[in-house]
């Protein structure tokens, strides 16, 4: 069968300082548009799959804008819901060498924020699909933004589609009044497939990572080992564990690699030295778009599934925006070995 995916979230307005200056620096502000899930769905359908990405936006022109930016990119978007009276916004001040990046949300009473279980078909919306994509940003929104993922991952356990999350813990976010630990572990029971480091895992799920070293840029990929075994066995469902290595030597200078755990085995992928980083946002997002890619293209090679989500978000960060703009020939060539970055004429 082949693969369709659905992806379910917010997507921001993203005002960012141009050429790394700092917010009271700035005269001017970059506009694109983001956010995780949204960033997923870009990233697949740059590698050609089909997919839907949901939401609910108001109806007015910067949400129109975020629509039209998405179809560019052959984003499915006639699942999109429409109501409330603002999109999200965020601002960022890109950091450079020891100084780290600074994100502002300005997301309060978005449409999304305030929508409610029934506003979806998820019959409807799950027509045809095989695998449901969420990340732990959503449930932190609201209340409402909770109950209606809730009732997606129940849908789609119900018809068998293949669910996976990110679990991107956002300390800003969780102000509703509901604890992190409280909503995250009956949502990722429904999971598949986790994404995590080592924050998420403690912060979201009470699950604390043994034996890890990362100061000083260095991560060891077998110590998440624990972390993998630990969130299988508190929750059955889960078939693939995946850890995200980032070694932040500076803002500017990091080293990046992942781990994948699928019950008997520990896969590493090769490790990147990322020294000029354009821009470091969606770098998780690129890593998961690229391992849905991966485990649907290349089934039962999990080592290449991996090694394509380490290479797909290698690439991301030489890239401005939360989208990651690469194409399954240049991932595929960064994986082969080739990282001289020549001109292609």
Known sequence: MKAKIITFGEIMLRLATPDHLRFHQATELDATFGGGESNVAVSLANYGMEVDFVTRLPENDIAESAVMNLRKYKVGVDKIIRGGDRIGIYFLESGA???????????????????????????????????????????????????????????????????????????KLWNYGKDVQEVMPKLVAGCDVVLGNEEDAEKALGIKPEGVDITGGHVEGK??????????????????????????????????AGVLYDGRKLYESNKYDITHIVDRVGGGDSFMGGLIYGLNTYQGDDQKALEFAVAASCLKHTIKGDFNLVSVEEVEKLMGGDASGRVAR
């Not at 060498?97 to 998820?122: F, L, N, P, Q, T």
């Not at 066995?233 to 980032?246: E, G, S």
Request: aromatic share 10%; hydrophobic share 40%.
């Open 223 to 256: 110590a998440y080992l624990s972390v993998s075994k630990q969130i299988m066995k508190k929750f059955p469902r889960v078939k693939k564990v995946i850890t995200t290595l980032r070694g932040s030597i500076s803002a500017s200078h990091n080293t990046w």
């Open 97 to 171: 060498v020891s100084r780290g990046s600074k994100v502002i949300y300005d997301r309060a009473h978005s449409a999304i924020a305030e929508i409610e279980k029934g506003m979806i078909d998820w019959d409807k919306v799950f027509e045809g699909a095989t695998w449901f994509h969420w990340t732990g940003i959503t449930p932190a929104i609201s209340q409402g933004a909770c109950d209606v993922l809730e009732e997606a991952i129940a849908k789609a356990n119900e018809k068998g589609i293949t669910v996976s999350t990110d679990l991107n813990y956002r300390k």
